[in-house]
């Protein structure tokens, strides 16, 4: 499974969307910008998408709600160890109340893998953040077992979140 990413503005997109109801094609959008995400086994219907390689799912992406997108950039040598440390996570975040889906999207033409969750809502997410799931994921942050402590470091650069909205 793929995940392309283009930008746009918010009305160029969803008539961009409208245009291919066969598609799973989730707008999303917030103060600033926008953004439309094409979930496929076939070919970007995009001109110049940011590409990436679905490496850990749950969930469903065409659903209302809050997206948070935690963009990573990792160097081509901390690949490996970034990639593992997702695929054995402990999977608590799917049994959050309001969770509603999760892509770990592995960049084909970057060095940023992006964390896409998407939530019932903002409220949800922010309990998220103060649960103890949360706490358990991210127990290691900032200690010598943790993976932003490897070394050497296999960070390129601080990582960034973004926050959208998914209308109906």
Do not use: C
């Amino acid at each position: 499974m793929n995940v392309y990413i283009t930008s746009g503005t918010a009305d160029y997109l969803l008539r961009f969307k409208e245009k291919h109801p066969g598609e799973t094609l989730v707008l999303m959008n917030n103060n600033d910008s926008a953004i439309l995400v094409h979930e496929t086994d076939g070919n970007s219907l995009f001109n110049e998408p940011r590409r990436y390689e679905v490496i850990d799912s749950a969930g469903s992406l065409d659903h209302a709600g809050f997206a948070v997108l935690n963009n990573i950039p990792v160097t081509d040598e901390g690949r490996p160890l970034f990639e593992d440390r997702f695929l054995n996570r402990p999977r608590m975040i799917e049994n959050e109340p309001g969770f509603v889906a999760i892509r770990v999207l592995r960049p084909l033409s970057s060095n940023t893998y992006t964390i896409l969750t998407v939530w019932k809502n903002e409220g949800a997410f922010e309990n998220w953040q103060k649960s103890k799931a949360y706490e358990h994921a991210h127990k290691k942050r900032g200690t010598e077992a943790g993976i932003d402590s490897a070394k050497p470091n296999i960070f390129e650069s601080a990582s960034y979140v973004t926050k959208y909205y998914i209308g109906e």
